[in-house]
T-cell receptor
Framework: DGGITQSPKYLFRKEGQNVTLSCEQN?????MYWYRQDPGQGLRLIYY???????QKGDIAEGYSVSREKKESFPLTVTSAQKNPTAFYLC???????????????FGNGTRLTVT | GDSVTQMEGPVTLSEEAFLTINCTYT??????LFWYVQYPGEGLQLLLK?????DKGSNKGFEATYRKETTSFHLEKGSVQVSDSAVYFC??????????????FGRGTSLIVHP
């Protein structure tokens, strides 16, 4: 079955360490997204990529970095510069950026990151 | 900029009660509108969508109608079940640079259904 795989489900890190969250999709989707979810704040867009080797900052990109070297993969690195990294991180994908697709998002099951 | 506003939760109902979760939007142009549902510990799943004014999206007994005149997309269900307990997100495709559109979400509304 096609889908999005995020790993690991739970991740623990010490303050000051960088950590990379994995996101892989086998849906042949062009566009991929990273969202951060905090209680009471909904989903906030961190980064998105509409095509391989290209990505754009979302609303809260500071302290994060991404790469898109393969269509299937869009890893997110949470750097030590991120002030409040503890959160639930969701990866998503869809067919592409054009409105003509009206393409809904497919989500992974998320990674819960705890930094102490 | 484009945005979505949802009613705050939690919404607490008894089984078989009628559900309404309000959603209004601000957008340039005519965005597609979506409702997603998130069960505990999981990612979001598409519940329903509407792509133009007066369209009605429906799925699993849930419905929402795209109302351009009131810029609303309220979610309704005639008789909720305990299994409907989840967080519901209203979303639209927001205009971004280069003529593309990216999804943007409301804050989510938690629904709790008691037996």
């Amino acid at each position: 079955d096609g889908g999005i795989t995020q790993s690991p489900k739970y991740l623990f890190r010490k303050e000051g360490q960088n950590v990379t969250l994995s996101c892989e999709q086998n849906l042949n989707h062009d566009a991929m997204y990273w969202y951060r979810q905090d209680p009471g704040q909904g989903l906030r867009l961190i980064y998105y990529s509409q095509i391989v080797n290209d990505f754009q900052k979302g609303d809260i990109a500071e302290g994060y970095s991404v790469s898109r070297e393969k269509k299937e993969s869009f890893p997110l690195t949470v750097t030590s510069a991120q002030k409040n990294p503890t959160a639930f991180y969701l990866c998503a994908s869809n067919r592409g950026p054009k409105v003509v697709y009206n393409s809904p998002l497919h989500f992974g099951n998320g990674t819960r990151l705890t930094v102490t | 900029g484009d945005s979505v506003t949802q009613m705050e939760g939690p919404v607490t109902l008894s089984e078989e009660a009628f559900l309404t979760i309000n959603c209004t939007y601000t957008a340039t142009g005519y965005p597609s509108l979506f409702w997603y549902v998130q069960y505990p510990g999981e990612g979001l799943q598409l519940l329903l969508k509407a792509t133009k004014a007066d369209d009605k999206g429906s799925n699993k007994g849930f419905e929402a109608t795209y109302r351009k005149e009131t810029t609303s997309f309220h979610l309704e269900k005639g008789s909720v079940q305990v299994s409907d307990s989840a967080v519901y997100f209203c979303a639209l495709e927001k205009a971004a640079s280069g003529g593309s559109y990216i999804p943007t979400f409301g804050r989510g509304t938690s629904l709790i259904v008691h037996p």
